[in-house]
Each structure stands twice: as C-alpha cells, then as structure tokens.
Nanobody, 121 residues
C-alpha cells in the first residue's frame, strides 16, 4: 500500500547540520500528515516534527528554532532540515505518514525503516 523510505542520516559534529528526506511510494489516494520521530537507545519513540497537508507544522520543544520540516506534495516527500545539532539529538529517526489509501480507507501508523543520526560532542 504505502512504503516510506528515509535517507540522509549520518555522523556529524555538534553544531553541524543534516538533512533527512523521506519518500512515500506505493498505491494511495492522498497523504494527510507526515512527520519525523526519533528514538534514542533505551528510550521510547518521540515526536520531532509533523506537517499537515495544509502546511501547518508542529515541533517538539527541544528542536524548535533548530529544525525545519517541509514537504513536497507533488513528490510525496517530507524533509527535515536539522541545524545546530546537539549530542542529545542522536538516535534513529523514523518517517511517519497518515495516509488515505482510498477515499474511505484511512491508515495511520505507516513507518519507514529508520535512519541513524549520530551527533558527536
């Protein structure tokens, strides 16, 4: 139905920048909300940022003013620009999408495989 493929993780020094991208592929009618979540070792998966189809964004307090989420509706992609990275930003970053599979079939909880981000001090 819908597959999410992330790219762009890696190793960066504190203060540096990384850009994560996620592409939604497969068969679906429309995408509602897309977002990024992260999971540090031993921790739960927490929201980083989301963006609705209207363009309204939501950020975790810890990343406001440092991260920017954007999406390309035509390409079904979502991007997370991460600046001024801190060691506490380290973790696996997962793309998430809430999708209308058909006009009447809505499915949330679609996840990518995750991409690792490591910020060294």
């Amino acid at each position: 139905q819908v597959q999410l493929v992330e790219s762009g993780g890696g190793l960066v020094q504190a203060g540096g920048s990384l850009r994560l991208s996620c592409a939604a592929t497969g068969s679906f009618f429309a995408i509602n909300v897309m977002g990024w979540y992260r999971q540090a070792p031993g921790n739960q998966r927490d929201l980083v940022a989301t963006i609705a189809s209207s363009g309204i964004t939501n950020y975790a307090t810890s990343v406001k003013d440092r991260f920017t989420i954007s999406r390309d509706h035509a390409k079904s992609t979502v991007t997370l620009q991460m600046n001024s990275l801190k060691p506490e930003d380290t973790g696996f970053y997962y793309c998430n999408a809430a999708v209308w599979i058909t006009r009447t079939n809505f499915k949330s909880g679609n996840w990518g495989q995750g991409t690792r981000v490591t910020v060294s001090s």
